[in-house]
């Protein structure tokens, strides 16, 4: 079983830049990939990005895109979302997954792990 644990969320402001943590525990994750997602009160769940855990090939959504960057140190067994630029809209619960079939979907369903999440709020 894997356990993910995030970490890095909290009050920024407009423009501010945030690194996120997702420490994951359990089996080794060779053959995963790693998502994360945010989900904004009174919202879905929505896909930010994912890394493939291997060979860490990245898949980014349209939410975020060109503002974030998804890295993973394979020795700290972490993965980090980097996120530049905030905005008021991008307040929400982050939240990291692994899909341990590796594919990194934008599928929210397709993920077998999830963390707890961390609150990510962005003042104006």
């Known amino acids: 079983q894997v356990q993910l644990v995030e970490s890095g969320g909290g009050l920024v402001q407009v423009g501010d830049s945030l690194r996120l943590s997702c420490a994951a525990s359990?089996?080794?994750?060779?053959?995963?990939?790693m998502g994360w997602f945010r989900q904004a009160p009174g919202k879905e769940r929505e896909f930010v990005g994912a890394?493939?855990?291997?060979?860490?090939?990245?898949y980014y959504g349209h939410s975020m895109e060109g503002r974030i960057t998804i890295a993973r140190d394979i020795a700290k067994k972490t993965v980090y979302l980097q996120m530049n630029s905030l905005k008021p809209d991008d307040t929400a619960v982050y939240y990291c997954?692994?899909?341990?079939?590796?594919?990194?979907?934008?599928?929210?369903?397709?993920?077998?792990?999830w963390g707890q999440g961390t609150q990510v709020t962005v003042s104006s």
């Open positions: 997954a692994a899909d341990r079939t590796g594919r990194g979907t934008p599928w929210s369903y397709d993920y077998n792990y």
């Open positions: 359990g089996p080794e994750l060779n053959n995963y990939a």
């Open positions: 890394i493939g855990w291997s060979g860490g090939g990245t």
